[in-house]
């Protein structure tokens, strides 16, 4: 139990008037200072009993949508053989706090409280841990008690509704002809060094004999549909506002792929590299990677971390951002887009691939769903 700013000051006050009225001999002085004090005391025994109930509380869901509901589910139970007096629970979400009146309980009662939880942020958002307070009429005295856990409320990019394009890989016929008996398939994506658990006859014995090294194959299925989102993250090239649109657009696409289960690459220009198989997993492991992305000042190549993955290619960065290298990536994909965020609506053109230029993410996305393959 503690005095609040208010209780001090006429605390402080009472006494200044008692000392004042005590040597100058004003009987007003002395009737206020008392009015004071026993306010103030009269405070303290209001909340110097401890708010005594057991609390729970739940966030659902516990991934949500920039921008959309969460609810925070709260259940206060009386455990003790006393009526408990109303007092205030407050939570915490991220940089917003949240209060919840409760009221009074008898013996052995609960009662349920629902309140929303703000979500205007995208990221990790943290809840609680749980305030509860009891105050005095006058607000002069609290009793507080910290109760409960940290919960982690995800905010995913806001998603718009947009088409899951397919397209596999363009067809190479460098390891010969394709052999559908064969479990997997027969177009190489790349090499990478052996590791436990790799198939024998993945082995590239050429590619081992000259490294010194176990050498795999790494092969995708060429009919399988597939997408690869490329977000710019560079602080340069998109402004704080522009990069959440940025992040909007690149989850619609990449959630759109994976609920189709079509395969989703998610890359950045900070080295982000996040590859699924698609499905209703995968969908959240991208949304949560999305999440999570901030944007880098390191200046870099936007396109460097991209090499042959097939299937559709999308970009998604700002209208002045330097993409010529766009154009010699034609050959690898199905289909190229960019998808630049500029406030006019307007972008220039790049050979080889689909310009859709808007002035948000639901623009982009949807001239994205307008586009006939």
């Known amino acids: 139990m503690r005095l609040t700013v208010r209780g001090t000051t006429v605390l402080v006050v009472s006494l200044g008037l008692g000392a004042a009225g005590f040597w100058g001999r004003y009987p007003l002085f002395l009737m206020l200072a008392a009015a004071g004090l026993v306010a103030v005391v009269a405070a303290v025994l209001v909340t110097l009993r401890r708010v005594d109930v057991e609390v729970t509380r739940d966030v659902y869901p516990d991934r949500v949508e920039r921008g959309s509901q969460a609810l ?26 949240r209060t919840v009146r409760v009221h009074g309980l008898a013996p052995g009662s609960s009662r349920p409280y629902d309140y929303q939880l703000p979500t205007p942020v995208r990221g990790r ?25 940290t919960v982690t409320l995800w ?14 890989f363009p067809r190479h016929h ?41 050498m795999v194959k790494e092969s995708a299925d060429p009919d399988q549909p597939r997408l690869t989102v490329v977000l710019d993250t560079r602080a340069s090239a998109l402004p704080p506002f522009a990069f959440e649109e940025a992040v909007d ?27 699924t198989a698609g499905g209703p997993l995968a969908a959240r492991q991208l ?16 396109l460097s971390a991209v090499r042959h993955q097939g299937g559709f290619l ?17 050959s690898r994909y199905s289909s190229i887009f960019l998808l630049a965020l500029t ?14 230029a808007a002035a948000d993410a639901a623009g982009v996305v949807g001239l994205w769903n307008e586009v006939r393959t």
């Open 72 to 97: 925070g589910k709260l259940k206060v139970r009386n455990t003790s053989a006393k009526w408990q007096r109303g007092f205030l629970a407050v939570d915490t979400a991220g940089g917003f706090h």
């Open 125 to 149: 958002m943290p809840v609680g841990p749980l305030t509860l307070s009891r105050t005095d009429a006058f607000g002069m005295a609290r009793n507080s008690l910290t109760v409960g856990d």
């Open 155 to 168: 905010v995913h990019p806001r998603s718009y509704p947009a088409l899951a394009r397919t397209g596999g």
């Open 174 to 214: 460098h390891e010969g002809r394709s052999n559908e008996r064969l479990r997997g398939s027969l177009d190489l994506r790349e090499l990478r060094e052996y590791q436990p658990g790799d198939e024998m006859r993945e082995i590239h014995w050429k590619a081992t004999a000259r490294t010194g090294r176990l």
């Open 249 to 275: 657009a690149a989850a619609s696409l990449l959630r759109s792929a994976a609920l189709a289960g079509h395969h989703a690459r998610l890359l950045t220009s900070c080295g982000t590299d996040v590859a």
């Open 287 to 302: 949304l949560d990677q999305l999440c999570l992305t901030r944007q880098s000042t390191e200046a870099g190549t936007l």
């Open 314 to 330: 999308a970009v998604v960065t700002s209208g002045t951002a330097d993409v010529a290298e766009l154009s010699g990536l034609r």
């Open 343 to 356: 406030p006019d609506g307007g972008a220039a053109h790049v050979p080889g691939a689909r310009v859709l």
